[in-house]
């Protein structure tokens, strides 16, 4: 039996990017010689441009509370695959992961599967071989044609909506709706909340006579909130994830009938590394780190690190892959912040000079400039001083390189 670490090896020189295509046909047909029936446990579904990750980790908490047990399936991972694929709030093991590739390998045959498509399949066959009330399952990339999406959801969410993969999905937040509306299931229920896609979604869900309804929330200056529009009225603290997520899982644990009188206590203890993740180092520099590639999810990183009082000077180190929109992710950028650019390697990779020219051609200050974060820190550790606040986003593998540095760990 081969390793996962040789499985990983031999997946990412089999299908490399350029090779994958969207679509169920090939995926179903290697499904269906697999042991990937959830059998009694109902099926959650989570699509959406921002707040998936978020929102399965919510839900998750509240399965928990209810003593549920539960798996939950992410994509990306930050630091080892296995994040993705968690029972009961544990990663699997690198051995038994390898021991589901060896099923999926040995169902697969001559069929062609990506990376992601080979891998889900080992997830689902790992979840079918536990006793679960709940699989909690994130989609990768739109809806439709996903992989995640050949489970029937009991009960689909649809998070915030915005303009990214746009190669794979569609040029306009509409057309990335109708995507994501796929993972809908005629006569289930659905949530979402109020947004600009909510017509176009509704829409889809009246096509396919889903259930959909809308969660609301209202966030108050302190960060506080009240969240309704599934039965009650919930009034949460300050959370360290989004509203809007905490909101969603709230109405998809009432629908699955999970519940427990701490809700908001449960939600209030959800982190997600990488997700406005703060560190302290050892000059008293402050420092946030977060994923958000999109220009939603740095609006929403930016609204938030507003709220931070700082003595000290404000700086945004940014890194974004070649097919991101850095045009509007500059935009939403603090215009009060010094602004940094680094560049990311590899074929999807973009250097730190073309995304300064992308920055000057829209009006942006480039304050340093750094080919890549080693070197950036390096610098910045003798210009940055105690009060200063920073924050490192664009990319999973920035934040995840960030994260294992020295004076961040």
């Known amino acids: 039996m081969k390793t996962w670490r040789q499985w990983e090896a031999d997946l990412n020189r089999l299908t490399p990017p350029e090779q994958i295509v969207l679509g169920l046909e090939r995926v179903r047909t290697v499904a269906a010689r697999l042991p990937i029936v959830p059998g009694g446990a109902r099926v959650c579904t989570i699509a959406g441009t921002n707040g998936k990750g978020s929102t399965v980790e ?143 979604l509704m829409a889809a869900a009246s096509a396919c006579h889903a259930k959909l309804e809308t969660v609301c929330c209202q966030e108050h200056e302190d960060g506080s909130a009240d969240v309704w529009g599934f039965g009650s009225t919930v ?58 590639h999109n220009p939603q999810a740095v609006a929403y990183v930016m609204s938030r690190w507003k709220r931070v009082t700082t003595p000290g000077r404000r700086v945004v180190v940014l890194g ?33 000079a073309a995304l300064a020219q992308v920055a000057l051609q829209e009006g942006r200050t480039v304050w340093r400039s750094f080919d890549t974060l080693r070197l950036a820190r390096q610098t910045l550790a003798h210009t940055l001083q105690a009060g200063d606040a920073v924050v490192v986003l664009g990319s999973f593998y920035m934040v995840a390189d960030a994260l294992t540095h020295d004076d961040f760990l």
């Not at 990506?114 to 891998?119: D, G, H, L, S, V």
């Not at 969603?248 to 997700?275: H, I, K, N, Y």
């Not at 892959?321 to 990779?349: H, T």
């Open 58 to 200: 919510a839900l998750g908490a509240l399965a928990r509370a209810a003593g549920c047990r539960y798996a939950q399936y992410t994509s990306p991972h930050l630091f080892r695959f296995t994040e993705r694929i968690r029972i009961n709030g544990e990663t699997v093991s690198e051995q038994a992961l390898a021991a589901a590739c060896d099923q999926v390998e040995a169902a697969r045959g001559e069929t062609f599967l990506t990376f992601f498509e080979f891998t889900t399949l080992a997830a689902f066959v790992l979840f079918a071989s536990e006793k679960l009330d709940l699989w909690i399952l994130e989609v990768g990339l739109g809806g439709r044609l996903d992989a995640v999406n050949l489970m029937d959801a009991d009960v689909s969410v649809i998070t915030q909506i915005g303009l990214d993969h746009q190669v794979f999905l569609g040029d306009t937040i509409d057309a990335i709706a109708r995507e994501k509306a796929g993972i809908l299931r005629p006569g289930k229920p659905a949530w979402t909340l109020k947004q600009p896609a909510t017509e176009t």
């Open 235 to 292: 009034s949460l603290p300050r959370l360290s994830i989004p509203i809007p997520s905490a909101a969603l899982a709230l109405a998809a644990a009432r629908q699955l009938g999970l519940s427990c009188e701490t809700d908001a206590a449960v939600l209030q203890t959800v982190t997600l590394t990488g997700r406005l993740t703060e560190r302290i180092d050892r000059q008293g520099v402050r420092w946030w780190f977060d994923v958000a």
């Open 320 to 352: 974004l892959l070649a097919d991101k929109d850095a045009e509007a992710v500059i935009q939403a950028i603090d215009p009060g912040a010094d602004l940094i650019v680094v560049g990311l390697a590899g074929p999807r990779g973009r250097t730190a």
